[in-house]
């Protein structure tokens, strides 16, 4: 079972299609999975322009496909389309009251993993460099904060169950 959501990170102007609405400017979005078990980085896809492609868009376009038959994600109301099949997410109707603070832990966990990618200034500043480079930048801090996890530096555990 996995946690996913949606990382923006700034660039300049480019226009209509990349417009994010957490930054209220440019950016490019992409989609991060955590293993809710152990807490590691399991799945990385991007980079697609914001005002393009909300969260749900990218995980039909991809991560949807990739799950076994009967696996779902934990996910915010932003995947709300894809609940209860594939998604669970917290105004889902399927929600039971009693998860709801499990869940909760395992979204906080994942913004978590966001605010460690964002801690590189590659991902936080306005990215200045050439956009064909952006997701090279972008895995490269992630295996970086993958290794940090290995090496002692876990992200907080978790107990779950679907």
């Not at 807490?39 to 749900?56: A, E, K, Y």
């Not at 993993?113 to 590659?122: S, T």
Request: glycine share 8%; with cysteine.
């Amino acid at each position: 079972m996995t946690s996913v959501d949606g990382a923006d990170c700034r660039i300049p102007e480019h226009g209509r299609e990349f417009y994010s609405h957490k930054f209220k400017k440019s950016g490019l979005r992409y989609e991060v999975g955590v293993s809710l078990k152990k807490g590691d980085l399991v799945w990385i896809n991007g980079p697609f322009p914001c005002g393009l492609w909300p969260d749900i868009k990218i995980f039909r376009d991809s991560l949807l496909s990739n799950l076994d038959e009967s696996e779902r994600v934990e996910a915010d109301d932003g995947y709300i389309g894809e609940a209860p099949g594939k998604v669970k997410c917290p105004k889902s109707f399927a929600n039971r009251a009693e998860n709801e603070a499990m869940q909760a832990r395992a979204r906080r966990r994942q913004e978590t993993i966001n605010k460690r990618l964002k801690q590189w200034g590659c991902l936080s500043q306005m990215f200045r460099h050439d956009l064909v480079k952006h997701g090279t930048f972008f895995r490269a801090v992630a295996v970086i904060t993958q290794l940090s996890i290995d090496a002692g530096e876990p992200l907080f555990s978790i107990d779950y169950s679907d």
